[in-house]
């Protein structure tokens, strides 16, 4: 039987650390010899993630803190993407395509939409003035089966 193995990252609110983050989880999850297709989906849903956090969470602050947590379990992937900040007045309307809270900064409306059409499985949990949680969960199909 397999064990889950585990991760946290916690960082501050600033773009600069979008990159770490998407590493980070990249480094984490490659343990179980994804395709690249995978690592690239899961490598986006993380970017998209965390820019939210950013820029919807802390309206561009950099004193908040986002945090990421990440279980392997068999060959499934569960990451947790969270905030402190704004939280979501309205999620379901936050998750329509095309439907965006800062018109202004040319923002798509499509982070959700992507992370959801990424991953297997796609919660969001949300309190006004409490912050927002991501719950994705991807089954990685390991290069070792491909060829096997």
């Not at 986002?66 to 998750?95: H, Y």
């Not at 991953?119 to 060829?147: H, N």
């Amino acid at each position: 039987m397999d064990e889950m193995n585990r991760m946290n990252l916690k960082f501050s609110s600033r773009s600069e650390n979008e990159a770490f983050a998407r590493i980070t989880v990249a480094a984490f999850v490659s343990q179980m010899d994804p395709t690249l297709e995978e690592l690239t989906d899961l490598k986006t849903v993380i970017s998209e993630a965390v820019t939210n956090c950013i820029i919807h969470g802390y309206e561009n602050r950099t004193d908040g803190m986002v945090s990421i947590s990440a279980e392997i379990e068999g060959d499934e992937v569960t990451i947790t993407v969270s905030d402190e900040g704004n939280g979501i007045e309205d999620i379901e309307l936050a998750r329509q395509p095309l439907y965006t809270s800062k018109p202004d900064m040319e923002r798509s409306g499509m982070g959700f939409t992507i992370m959801e059409n990424f991953m297997d499985q796609f919660e969001v949990v949300s309190e006004p003035g409490a912050g927002t949680s991501i719950r994705m969960k991807k089954r990685i199909e390991s290069k070792k089966a491909l060829y096997n």
